[in-house]
């Protein structure tokens, strides 16, 4: 059983950046990997980054890929989402996710349905 919140989101014009954090706690926090998702108005919710249980791989959802980086910091329970050259179409509900299974432990899945555990979300938004 994990609980994890959100934070770090808030208003930005395009070309700049954010950096969301997702702080963890119930159980051992190197024991899940993590996911970070996203959801727009009127679509569904997706992929955006995925790390393993010790941060040594991630994997990006196309869309972000160099913009985005995300990483961990297992002694202090906590994962992050450095956000850089937002775009407007970045804007959405972002939810930091957490599961044992094994695609999710070693980074390699992008399905909502492999996580175990979810955030509320943090809104991000990106002006012109």
């Known amino acids: 059983q994990v609980q994890l919140v959100e934070s770090g989101g808030g208003l930005v014009q395009a070309g700049g950046s954010l950096r969301l954090s997702c702080a963890a706690s119930g159980q051992t926090f190197s024991s899940y990997g993590m996911g970070w998702f996203r959801q727009a108005p009127g679509k569904e919710r997706e992929f955006v980054a995925a790390i393993s249980r010790v941060g040594a791989n991630t994997n990006y959802a196309d869309s972000v890929k160099g913009r985005f980086t995300a990483s961990r910091d297992n002694a202090k329970n906590t994962m992050y989402l450095q956000m850089n050259s937002l775009k407007p179409e970045d804007t959405a509900v972002y939810y930091c996710?957490?599961?044992?299974?094994?695609?999710?432990?070693?980074?390699?899945?992008?399905?909502?349905?492999?996580?175990?555990?979810w955030g509320q979300g943090t809104q991000v938004t990106v002006s012109s």
């Open positions: 996710a957490a599961g044992r299974n094994w695609k999710v432990q070693a980074g390699l899945t992008s399905n909502t349905g492999q996580y175990d555990y």
